[in-house]
Nanobody
Framework: QVQLVESGGGLVQAGASLRLSCAVSGATFSNYDMAWFRQAPGKERDFVATINWRGAMKYSTDSVKGRFTISRDNAKNTVYLQMNSLQPEDTAVYYC???????????????????WGHGTQVTVTS
């Protein structure tokens, strides 16, 4: 069973940076495409960024392009989300998700991911 544990969230001021980590266990990490989602208070969970099994394909939602970068280290079974120039609207619980790779397609829709972490809170003050 795939287990995902996020870390790195916190309380920061606007303009600051954070790096989220998601450690994966219980599976061969390089067989999985990975993604980050976020859920703001009172809102649905939204896609943030996705990365394929070998890190060659990456996509992110428009609101974070140029500020957030997804990456992975298959030797460490970990996926990262580097978040720069944080804004109050980035405040949310951030979730890591895993999907068994189909090798030639990079998933991004919530329904395509079947393993989830418990989330890490990111709060950005103005």
């Amino acid at each position: 069973q795939v287990q995902l544990v996020e870390s790195g969230g916190g309380l920061v001021q606007a303009g600051a940076s954070l790096r989220l980590s998601c450690a994966v266990s219980g599976a061969t990490f390089s067989n999985y495409d990975m993604a980050w989602f976020r859920q703001a208070p009172g809102k649905e969970r939204d896609f943030v960024a996705t990365i394929n099994w070998r890190g060659a394909m990456k996509y992110s939602t428009d609101s974070v392009k140029g500020r957030f970068t997804i990456s992975r280290d298959n030797a460490k079974n970990t996926v990262y989300l580097q978040m720069n120039s944080l804004q109050p609207e980035d405040t949310a619980v951030y979730y890591c998700a895993a999907a068994r790779s189909s090798w030639n397609y990079t998933p991004w829709h919530e329904a395509e991911f079947d393993s989830w972490g418990h989330g890490t809170q990111v709060t950005v003050t103005s």
